[in-house]
């Protein structure tokens, strides 16, 4: 079962309905094929690829220092700019379970990570290549990017090779 909590609207509310199982993914960072991480290879074995789109977003890299060193990521912000657009992949997720139980883990919002969550599972729309508006989940940045860097581009592959 998924354990990210879901923010809907901007509120702090849990629906876990919707979130449980998610049918559809969009990612835009390290779990893009590009950024060549494993866990976007398990994506991979347990989804395909609907398409590219892009959301209404600010993308940030994030940098920190952790147990392992230097770390750098990225994080999508939802933003109020029709301009501000981050891009990325639409997965179908064929068999949730592995899938979310891992990414919740891997982006710190299972159970044992402290709250507030760096990151949250939520609804957001996807604008895809051809215009259609799908509805997906993703994991959305939630702390504070006064220190991050902005991609002005809102594409991740542009500054993959200086993050893990």
Same mark, same amino acid.
């Given at each position: 079962?998924?354990?990210?909590?879901?923010? *809907?609207?901007?509120? =702090?509310?849990?629906?876990?309905?919707?979130?449980? &199982? @998610?049918?559809?993914?969009?990612?835009?960072?390290?779990?893009?094929?590009?950024?060549?991480? @494993?866990?976007?290879?398990?994506?991979?074995?347990?989804?395909?690829?609907?398409?590219?789109?892009? *959301?209404?977003?600010?993308?940030? *890299?994030?940098?920190?220092? +952790?147990?392992?060193?230097?770390? =750098?990521?990225?994080?999508?912000?939802? =933003?109020?700019?029709?301009? +501000?657009?981050?891009?990325?992949?639409?997965?179908?997720?064929?068999? @949730?379970? !592995?899938?979310?139980?891992? #990414?919740?883990?891997?982006?710190?919002?299972?159970?044992?990570?402290?709250? !507030?969550?760096? #990151?949250?599972?939520?609804?957001?729309?996807?604008?895809?290549?051809?215009?259609? *508006?799908?509805?997906?989940? =993703?994991?959305?940045?939630?702390? +504070? &990017?006064?220190?991050? &860097?902005?991609?002005?581009?809102?594409?991740?592959?542009?500054?993959? !090779?200086?993050?893990?």
């Amino acid at each position: 079962m998924v354990r990210c909590r879901l923010a *809907i609207g901007g509120e =702090s509310s849990v629906m876990r309905a919707m979130i449980d &199982t @998610p049918k559809y993914l969009f990612v835009y960072g390290t779990l893009l094929a590009e950024a060549q991480h @494993p866990m976007g290879a398990l994506l991979r074995k347990h989804g395909h690829v609907v398409g590219r789109g892009h *959301i209404q977003a600010r993308l940030y *890299i994030i940098e920190e220092v +952790d147990d392992q060193g230097p770390n =750098s990521y990225p994080g999508a912000v939802p =933003s109020p700019v029709a301009e +501000d657009l981050v891009h990325g992949m639409v997965y179908e997720v064929t068999n @949730p379970r !592995p899938v979310f139980e891992a #990414f919740d883990d891997f982006e710190a919002c299972a159970p044992g990570w402290p709250e !507030p969550y760096e #990151f949250l599972l939520r609804p957001i729309d996807v604008t895809m290549k051809d215009g259609a *508006i799908l509805r997906a989940a =993703s994991y959305l940045y939630t702390w +504070d &990017t006064s220190r991050a &860097t902005l991609v002005a581009s809102g594409r991740f592959e542009q500054v993959a !090779p200086h993050v893990r």
